[in-house]
Structures are given as structure tokens and as C-alpha cells.
């Protein structure tokens, strides 16, 4: 596989932070690939938009951060106007139809979901938009399959909850 | 302050990357300090040993990977045997009495600290374990107010969870 470099923006309770670390997980515990997952936070993170780089490849990473990447997602509009620009020309870049309003032009396949929206229709707890976001990321870029998300949540939360994630990550790849 | 390259080392579910995360934040957004934090997982990681680093600085940090740390925490035995050799000459090795059996000779200060033992003992529950062993690291290094870090648990937890951490934290620092 080629190199793949993520980035997961949002504010600070969207729980981007823990769906990356879930996608790196799946990736190196159940796919035999390699992973770096960061958060780099300077005088900009005070502002607002929180931004975690993820990179997965079947070769070894060197350099943990993302310049520019293949897949940017957006979750509020502070982190659109911020770091859309950043997308890798021929890139991918997702947004949440709800929170972001797409108004710049960018060298990339736009696309846009009511992830929060289904979240909130089908299921009626926040708690689960990130597992939701995750499902649209996986079926769109085929980096792991939902199986292995599974069974990386297996491990990290109690079993009553494994059945809302598991609707979250399947009404995200609905989705898409 | 000089630049501080900090990995926390152990095994999953010990909250090693919550911890790392909750520093960065805490010096972040409460000590207008930067910080950069990163999991770097590849077959080693499929072996068993959770490593995570953070670099805090108040200047930019460019290469967000640790080589050698000046402060290293090891919670679990495999942690300590894999990773103790890569201490910075002069650092700080903090280790775990319950977990890991001290036996390498390393050009640093080492120290056992019962963090675990007394968990068990004064609060029962080991869920904050990791928020103790804060307590340990911010009491020797001074990276960070123990306010700043409670401050950021105040965003990130339930406030009926609030008290129970706060006792992990002075825990910590007492043992310290």
C-alpha cells in the first residue's frame, strides 16, 4: 500500500483524538501495518481547532507529522477555514454537513455528510459521532476494515457499549 | 526552560497515553508552553509495550519524536527491559515498585516510587493509577502546575470524578 497520511480536526469534545488513536490501533494490532499517530499543540491550539495527524503504511514511518494529507477531516468550521488548504492535491476532504459550511476551493474530492445528524436521528447521543466519522473514513479509503475497528474498541470499552459503537461505525459507512 | 523529552512506557489499559495527552494539554493550554505528543506503534508495539511521547518546550517544537528522553517512566517489566537503555545520560528513570524489578545499570537517576501499591491502598480502584503517576512526574520535574493539570481534568471528566483524581494527583506528588 502507499503511504497514507490523515488529519482529524475538530474542537475539543468531538473525540478526534481518540478516533485516530482507535485507527492507528486497528491498524497495527489487527492489519500487520505500521502507525504513528501525534498531536501537536502551539500557541494556535489555544484558538480552538484541534488537529491529530495519523500516518499508516506497511513500511516504516520516519517522520511522525503530516504535511500535507491524503485525507483531511473537518469537524467544525474553525478547522475547515484553518486547515483546508492543507490537503494534498488529488486528496480527500470530508466535512460534516451540520457544522462546516464549504465555501473555498480546494485541488480535491470535496465531500460532505450529516454525520452529527444521522448520530443524533438514528441514535440520540453525541457520544458516538467520532466511532460514526470513523465508519464514513473506513469505507471511504478502505485503510482498514470495520472488523478490525471492532476489535480494537473490544478492547478499550466495556461490552454494553459495544453495540452503539458498532451501529455508529455502520450507520458512518452507510454513508458513505 | 529547556526543551523536556518525556516517554511514558507500559502496557495497554495502565492509561499511559491518556496521561501523556492530559500533560501536553495541561502545559498547553494553562502554561503557554508547547508541546507535542505522539504514539509510534510498528511490530514492537504488536509485542506488548505501550510507549508514548511528549516533548514540552517554549519554543516550537519541529521533530516530534523522542530519542532519548530525560524523563522516562516505565510501568510494566517489558516496558522497563525494552526501553531503559535509551535514557538520556543524566535523565530521570521513575519506575513502578510493584510492577518492574530494577536490575540495568543506566547513567540516570533512578527511582521506585509504590505508585501502584498506593492506589490500591488509599483510593481501591486502580482507574487512576495513571493520574497518580502524574502526580509523580509534575512533583519531580516541575513541568507543570498540579493546577494546570487539574484544570485540564476539569474539561475532560465528570465533576463527580473530579475529587477522585485530585486524591490520585496529591497522591502522587506526596509519594514524591
Same mark, same amino acid.
Given at each position: ?23 492507528? *490501533?486497528? /491498524? ?6 505500521? /502507525?504513528? $499517530? ?7 491550539? @489555544? %484558538? %480552538? ?5 495519523? &500516518? ?7 517522520? =511522525?507529522?503530516?504535511? $500535507? =494529507?491524503? %485525507? ?6 474553525? /478547522? ?5 488548504? &492543507?490537503? @494534498? ?8 454537513? +451540520?457544522?462546516?459550511?464549504? !465555501?473555498?476551493?480546494?485541488? /480535491?474530492?470535496?465531500?460532505?455528510? =450529516? #454525520?452529527? $445528524? ?12 467520532? &466511532? ?15 472488523? !478490525?475497528?471492532?476489535?480494537?474498541? *473490544?478492547? @478499550? #470499552? =466495556?461490552?454494553?457499549?459495544? *453495540?452503539?459503537? +458498532? ?10
Amino acid at each position: 500500500m502507499e503511504r497514507y497520511r490523515l488529519v482529524f480536526s475538530g474542537s475539543g469534545g468531538q473525540g478526534v483524538i481518540t478516533a485516530a488513536i482507535i485507527l492507528a *490501533e486497528a /491498524a497495527v494490532l489487527h492489519e500487520k501495518l505500521n /502507525a504513528v $499517530q501525534s498531536q501537536s499543540y502551539g500557541a494556535a491550539a @489555544r %484558538g %480552538g481547532a484541534t488537529r491529530t495527524d495519523v &500516518i499508516i503504511s506497511d513500511e516504516s514511518i520516519d517522520y =511522525p507529522k503530516v504535511i $500535507q =494529507p491524503n %485525507g483531511l477531516i473537518c469537524l467544525t468550521q474553525e /478547522a475547515y477555514n484553518k486547515f483546508h488548504n &492543507i490537503i @494534498r492535491p488529488g486528496g480527500l476532504l470530508i466535512t460534516d454537513t +451540520r457544522f462546516v459550511e464549504t !465555501s473555498r476551493k480546494v485541488d /480535491a474530492v470535496q465531500v460532505e455528510f =450529516p #454525520i452529527y $445528524q444521522t448520530v443524533m436521528d438514528k441514535i440520540g447521543k453525541p457520544i458516538v459521532f467520532n &466511532i460514526c466519522m470513523l465508519g464514513v473514513v473506513v469505507k471511504l479509503t478502505q485503510l482498514v476494515k470495520p472488523e !478490525s475497528i471492532m476489535k480494537t474498541l *473490544e478492547g @478499550r #470499552i =466495556p461490552g454494553s457499549f459495544l *453495540e452503539l459503537n +458498532r451501529t455508529a461505525l455502520e450507520l458512518g459507512m452507510g454513508l458513505a
